[in-house]
């Protein structure tokens, strides 16, 4: 499992509240760029829809429209950014939202 990062010494504080430090800077930069590509966004939102916040790589290839592969690929992105956890079970592997996730990178974009 990825150990998560906080995105800053105090997680609620908003983008504009004190300047970043290069380390901050550079973990909200790697979330930023995992979720700035359109089929990262559509898988998140697919995991967060389906039953019990949580999939199989095998339920999110067809409604992206794109291979396993490169689903697992951009899955992985989202993993190593810290917003999916990843759990193999048998043959496949399952995705969840890392709770809490998306809602420290929404503080941290807040303009405060």
Known sequence: MTTVLPLADDATA????AALSAEEAERLAVLLKA???????????LV????????????LTEPVGLSQP?????????????LLER???GVWAYYRL?????????????LG
Not at 48 to 59: L, Y
Not at 70 to 82: C, E, I, M, N, P
Not at 98 to 110: I, K, Q, T
């Open 70 to 82: 490169t689903v697992s690929h951009h899955l992985k992105v989202l993993v190593d950014a810290g």
């Open 48 to 59: 967060a829809a389906h039953e019990g916040q949580e999939a199989c790589v095998c339920d």
């Open 14 to 17: 908003p983008l504009t509240a």
């Open 87 to 89: 759990e193999k079970r």
């Open 35 to 45: 979720v700035a590509e359109p089929t990262r966004l559509r898988l998140i939102s």
């Open 98 to 110: 890392v709770p809490g996730r998306l809602e420290d990178v929404a503080r941290a974009l807040l």
